[in-house]
């Protein structure tokens, strides 16, 4: 391709893109298939690394990463970036509403937002590009995090309309809460610290140094403030609105209160609804509508006088401590939760509450028979965070750590810098067999849907179930009429349930569907300790089958980026039991893949001679996987819909064209449930 040619497909592509993206992520709403939009941003990649002259600062390219940084640079805001005062309490509210009416008159329009609790950003775009994102930092100069903001999908690169040669435009990063309990979990399973909440962790993910790896960190942004004048703006709520037609994302629940008793309802609609939102805010901010009535108000040396923070009280109760279960989870640690004396917290009544670990109990102080306090925190669970020790009896008992595993017996570990108690009986211990065989099932792992949790604790109290190869040996007369004794509670009595014809087809059908999923999560499946997904993929990645894993040695695991010595030793110990290589023996000969998939190997020809398009997101493979299987099974990859297509494999998110186009030209549209089928039967 020519220089000239090159620029302008890169500008177009760069264009579209950046237009699919806005679609997918700020609207909901794309307007083509992930895999389309997967080879346009492939055909970018190819030109820019061709032709880098030509990439451009909006290009999509350039959120899914770009170099390390060591220090972000420091940066000098243009205009200070001051933070909001405080107040708990309504009466201050109306003192800062009769201190504004006093210094601009009676007629005063407010907005009134939630206050996100994140990291605040200021954002500045020049002719219409992403140019600069800055962190706060002591109000007068931050740091540059640019090339971390532009991984974040709903901050656009390119606004969607002309603005200003110069726009700032300021808000807050946070991070969603249902992602920060999957980033926790898995932190948790590799043996990572927890962060403490979600703002923590958006704080923690935008000052690392790897663009790369804040790019898979759950954020987002909601932006709230424009600092400089724009012309024929002449309100905060105006300027919004205008923002958000340039692609900005911006709250839709900030709404204009004409009086207290409009922003009081709005307080308290939002002190209970927040806790449906699945991001954290502490508070709602009510800021002065009127452009020239907040210049007039000025600001203080710290804060703007047209602006106020009203922060929810954080929900607290006290209660007694009546006892203290140890509940043993599938890696063997030993959780403490709290028996309380049943009280309503926010909208529920908890009767329980974590206490994590030894050290926290100890810290507390806290004795059984204590008046603690409760919190919500942004975990699911709430959390004791303090004993009322005026109400403390001398019959309160101080706390006993159990030294056994409270379901086999075992005697506990604590290794040295881990919070946590083991039970280090992780073949035999019942809650471990259990929690094992969960996992292997999980969406994530085996994706053995038909088994849940309820099942599989049939299945192992029947005695036909106590490792995951069992299950590979399960029939259907085995399971058909399989029946689960409820016991009787209170004045019921006592109940069956058992295994009906579909059930039992569902759960044979299922577990030999799941012979054909990957052997990174095969290997993440076996749930081997701080093996968690990413560590199994780097290790199948690496090693390609399980018998190079199995003969690695220390060194040769350390060696690998990111696998420290704690998963390398868990690692080798796994390996080091005979139980752990007899189950790799019989899952391998029940034809479990134990080899990465690599697209020359060819497992049969059951789709020679067919072709096929893939479209869409799925639920047990990757596009990428599930063409690797096409191409392993015999079949063909076609790039779009035409006469010459088989089948389309559809997921969800297709674009409806597609969809259109294949019904008019009567291709059979395939589920990937029926697509496994066709290459998973005999
Ligand atoms: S306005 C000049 N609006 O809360 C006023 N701030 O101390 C600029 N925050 O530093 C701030 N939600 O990080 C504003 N809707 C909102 C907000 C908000 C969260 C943060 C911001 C600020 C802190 C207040």
Same mark, same amino acid.
């Given at each position: 391709?020519?220089? +000239?040619?090159?620029?302008n ?6 264009? @579209?893109l ?14 083509? $298939? ?5 080879? #346009?941003?492939?055909?970018?990649e ?45 009466? =201050?509210?109306?003192?800062?509403d ?21 990291l605040?950003i200021?954002?500045t ?22 090339n971390?903001?532009r ?17 700032e435009?300021?808000?807050e ?13 898995? !932190? ?8 403490a909440n ?59 209160? %004409?009086s207290?008793?409009e ?7 939002w002190?209970?609804?927040?806790? /449906? ?9 009510? @800021? ?6 907040q ?15 009203y922060?929810?009280?954080? @929900?607290?109760?006290?209660?007694? /401590? ?5 509940q043993?989870?599938?890696? *063997?640690?030993?959780?403490?939760? &709290?028996? #309380? ?36 925190? *942004? +975990? ?26 409270? +379901? ?49 604790? /049939?299945?192992?109290? $029947?005695g ?13 007369d ?5 029946? @689960? ?7 019921k009595?006592?109940?069956? &349930? ?25 290997l993440?499946?076996l749930g081997? !300790? ?10 199948a ?9 199995? %003969?690695?040695?220390?060194?040769d695991?350390? &060696? ?18 005979p =139980?752990?290589?007899?189950?790799i ?52 990859? #076609?790039?779009?819909i035409?006469?010459q297509?088989?089948?389309l ?5 297709? *674009?409806? &064209? ?22 998973s039967?005999?």
């Amino acid at each position: 391709m020519i220089k +000239e040619e090159a620029e302008n497909r890169i500008r177009v592509l760069v264009l @579209k893109l950046n237009q699919y993206n806005f679609e997918y992520y700020n609207l909901l709403n794309p307007t083509i $298939s992930d895999f389309e939009f997967d080879q #346009l941003l492939k055909e970018l990649e190819t030109l820019e690394k061709e032709f880098p002259e030509f990439i451009r600062d909006d290009s999509p390219t350039l959120r899914v990463g770009g170099e390390p940084t060591k220090d972000f640079a420091s940066v000098i805001h243009r205009y200070p970036m001051l933070s909001l005062s405080n107040t708990y309490s309504e009466s =201050e509210i109306r003192e800062f509403d009769a201190r504004v009416r006093k210094a601009v008159g009676e007629t005063v329009e407010y907005v009134c937002e939630l206050k996100f609790d994140g990291l605040s950003i200021g954002l500045t775009y020049e002719n219409g590009v992403l140019k600069q994102a800055v962190t706060r930092g002591d109000g007068v100069q931050g740091d540059d995090v640019t090339n971390n903001v532009r991984t974040i999908k709903t901050i656009p690169l390119r606004l969607q309309k002309e603005a200003p040669d110069i726009f700032e435009i300021r808000g807050e990063i946070i991070m969603t809460i249902s992602g920060f309990r999957t980033l926790n979990a898995d !932190r948790e399973e590799v043996g990572d610290a927890p962060f403490a909440n979600p703002r923590n962790a958006a704080a923690g993910s935008i000052k690392m140094q790897d663009p790369i790896q804040v790019a898979q960190r759950p954020l987002d942004c909601f932006l709230y403030y424009l600092p400089g004048s724009l012309p024929e703006i002449t309100s905060h709520y105006q300027g919004l609105q205008y923002a958000k037609t340039l692609g900005l994302k911006i709250s839709d629940d900030t709404t204009i209160c %004409n009086s207290l008793t409009e922003i009081f309802d709005f307080i308290n609609k939002w002190d209970t609804a927040r806790e /449906l939102l699945d991001y954290e805010t502490d508070g709602i901010v009510i @800021k002065v509508n009127s452009l020239a009535q907040q210049k007039q108000l000025g600001f203080t040396a710290k804060n703007p006088r047209w602006a106020i923070a009203y922060k929810f009280k954080t @929900k607290r109760v006290e209660t007694i /401590l009546l006892s203290i279960d140890y509940q043993v989870g599938r890696t *063997g640690a030993i959780t403490p939760v &709290a028996n #309380l004396r049943p009280i309503q917290l926010g909208g529920t009544i908890v009767k329980r509450a974590s206490l994590h670990n030894a050290d926290i109990i100890k810290n507390l102080d806290v004795r059984l028979g204590d008046f603690v306090y409760v919190e919500k925190g *942004g +975990e699911i669970i709430p959390k004791i965070i303090g004993v009322n020790l005026e109400k403390r009896t001398p019959t309160a008992t101080s706390v006993q750590f159990i030294s056994h595993c409270p +379901e086999c017996g075992s005697l506990l570990i604590k290794n040295e810098g881990e919070a946590a108690h083991f039970c280090p009986n992780e073949d035999h211990c019942p809650p471990q067999i259990k929690g094992k065989l969960e996992h292997f099932i999980s969406r994530k792992a085996m994706n053995i849907d038909s088994l849940g949790e309820g099942k599989i604790e /049939l299945l192992w109290e $029947s005695g036909l179930v106590k490792n995951p190869a069992d299950l590979y040996e399960l029939t259907y007369d085995q399971l058909f009429g399989l029946t @689960k004794v409820i016991p009787a509670e209170g004045v019921k009595s006592e109940k069956k &349930a058992s295994f009906r014809e579909k059930t039992a087809e569902n759960i044979v059908h299922g577990v030999a569907q799941s012979k054909v999923i990957p052997f990174q999560k095969v290997l993440f499946a076996l749930g081997i !300790r701080f093996v968690g997904e990413t560590v199994a993929k780097k290790l199948a990645n690496h090693f390609q089958n399980i018998d190079n894993l199995q %003969n690695a040695l220390f060194d040769d695991l350390v &060696a690998i980026e990111d696998i420290g010595e704690r998963i390398a030793d868990s690692v080798l110990t796994w390996f080091s039991r005979p =139980e752990h290589i007899e189950l790799i023996e019989r899952l391998r000969k029940h034809g479990l893949q134990f080899e990465s998939m690599n697209r020359l190997d060819v497992i049969s020809d059951k789709l020679a001679g067919k072709t096929f398009v893939v479209s869409g997101v799925f639920n047990h493979f990757s596009r990428e996987e599930i063409k690797q299987l096409i191409e392993k099974h015999g079949g063909k990859n #076609l790039g779009s819909i035409s006469s010459q297509t088989n089948y389309l494999i559809a997921g969800e998110k297709m *674009g409806p &064209a597609k969809k259109a186009k294949a019904e008019k030209l009567g291709i059979p549209i395939i589920t990937e449930d029926q697509f496994e089928e066709m290459i998973s039967s005999n």
